[in-house]
């Protein structure tokens, strides 16, 4: 079985900047990074990150387009499939293979209403991987409120790439490895955390919450898995750069010891 590449998504050496993750990328031992496209120009730059690549020697596995509730200002205000496109020729640029998108908010009636269709075209058009991500409903005062569109469970919708995140799944009350086997061969990318089941999207170190994520790994190494696991964790709690590595440095030997399982005669399904 090949190796699975473990990459280090951007956001998380948030507070700290783009360049900052490829610092701990390289001494951690990343094999790459997904850019999370945000307020930092240098995620938004090309030219700024090629240079990064060359001077860490890490490429960029994919790119997260600004299609966040926080990033809506990234690239203008409008034009979302403007955004994603740049995203594409971004990826493009540097070589790096997927862009993560998340579905429409459902006040974009338009960019919504075309989104399943416009995907599978652009992606054709591009040769670039465009992986919808899971999302979750949002709660208030104890109610479901219909925030994404079609859906903020793309299982069902025809897209042909998929993102799993692991703690999107937590906050939906949803099992991941059960999400993981119905996304099938669909499934492209997974972004590795962890959750609780809070309503918070918590973004754990993988194996501090209740979600099945060494049976995740797991399962894409026997399956013939052929995409990137990228760490996405919240370390925004943390005390300084050392703390914040020593956190990432868990989460990365978490991913190899269970990707590795695959590999052991009797190893854990």
Known sequence: MGSIPVGLSTSCSYPESTTAAFEIAS????????VMVWTDPVSQDGVAIQRLVEHYGLPVLSIHAPTL??????WGRGDPWGK?????????????????????FRWQRDYASGFVDGIRELERRTGVVLAVENMFPWRARGRE????????DPTDHDYEHLTLDISHAA??????????????????HLHLCDGSGSIKD???????????CAEVLQHLARSGFDGNVVMEVNT?????????????????????THLAMADVPGGAA
């Open 236 to 256: 925004r709690k943390a005390r300084g750069r050392s703390e914040r590595e020593a956190e990432l440095a868990a989460a990365l030997a978490f991913a190899r």
């Open 69 to 74: 509730l926080l990033t809506q200002r990234i």
């Open 171 to 188: 906050t939906s009350g949803m099992d991941a490895l059960a999400l993981a086997q119905a996304f099938g061969d669909r499934l492209a």
């Open 84 to 104: 994603v496109e740049k995203s594409c020729e971004l990826a493009a640029g540097l070589g790096a293979s997927t862009v993560v998108v998340h579905p429409p």
């Open 202 to 212: 918590e973004h754990l170190v993988p194996g501090e919450g209740s979600q099945p």
């Open 27 to 34: 001494r951690l031992g990343y094999d790459g990074l997904e």
């Open 145 to 152: 409120v219909v925030a994404y569109a079609p859906g903020w």
